[in-house]
T-cell receptor
């Protein structure tokens, strides 16, 4: 699985959009981008995934650049409950089932 | 509906003791995973089951670690002769087993193991 690079930490004001970047410059054509988050003392939680088109669900939006070398997870109206570590993971379709986590980005949403 | 459950939530062991950690996956989920998470780090893969078959155990750090899922549902992670470096949160996850990209993994709350 390709490596990803994320900032160690970010801050965001409550009610504002949180934009979390991820670099995956060695991603190959059949690898998907996944985002999970881990709230303190809980297990990771799936957020969203995409291949090359932008995706949106009830939790977030995922913007993938045209060259697919980077992506941004957007939480449109961050709340205090969104404070968590966010993990960007690339995973090949039909490949190993396991998830390879990096250190993620610690997002702190401030009141 | 019920999610993935793990027991115990906390376990303190003396160095050299054996421990057994239990995972109850979501009913009907074919795939089951164990991850180890050290303090301040992301989870690291240990092993993976599809039904009762252990298809990947490449992440098990030593032969002191053993996992089983004899009937394809509940799984147990056993650590023999625990060492201080085994102190971590052990996370279990399950999924339908349809293969990426459809397969979202659902995680349990983890078992925090402290070895004294």
């Amino acid at each position: 699985d390709a490596k990803t690079t994320q900032p160690t930490s970010m801050d965001c004001a409550e009610g504002r959009a949180a934009n979390l970047p991820c670099n995956h410059s060695t991603i190959s054509g059949n690898e998907y981008v996944y985002w999970y988050r881990q709230i303190h003392s809980q297990g990771p939680q799936y957020i969203i995934h995409g291949l090359k088109n932008n995706e949106t669900n009830e939790m977030a939006s995922l913007i993938i650049t045209e060259d697919r070398k980077s992506s941004t997870l957007i939480l449109p109206h961050a709340t205090l409950r969104d404070t968590a570590v966010y993990y960007c993971i690339v995973r090949v379709q039909g490949g190993s089932e396991k998830l390879v986590f990096g250190k993620g980005t610690k997002l702190t949403v401030n009141p | 509906g019920a999610g993935v459950s793990q027991s115990p939530r906390y376990k303190v062991a003396k160095r050299g003791q054996d421990v057994a950690l239990r995972c109850d996956p979501i009913s009907g989920h074919v795939s089951l995973f164990w991850y180890q998470q050290a303090l301040g780090q992301g989870p690291e893969f240990l092993t993976y089951f599809q039904n009762e078959a252990q298809l990947d155990k490449s992440g098990l750090p030593s032969d002191r670690f053993f996992a089983e899922r004899p009937e394809g549902s509940v799984s147990t992670l056993k650590i023999q002769r625990t060492q201080q470096e085994d102190s971590a949160v052990y996370l279990c996850a399950s999924s339908w087993g349809r293969g990426a990209p459809m397969d979202e993994q659902f995680f349990g709350p983890g078992t925090r193991l402290t070895v004294l």
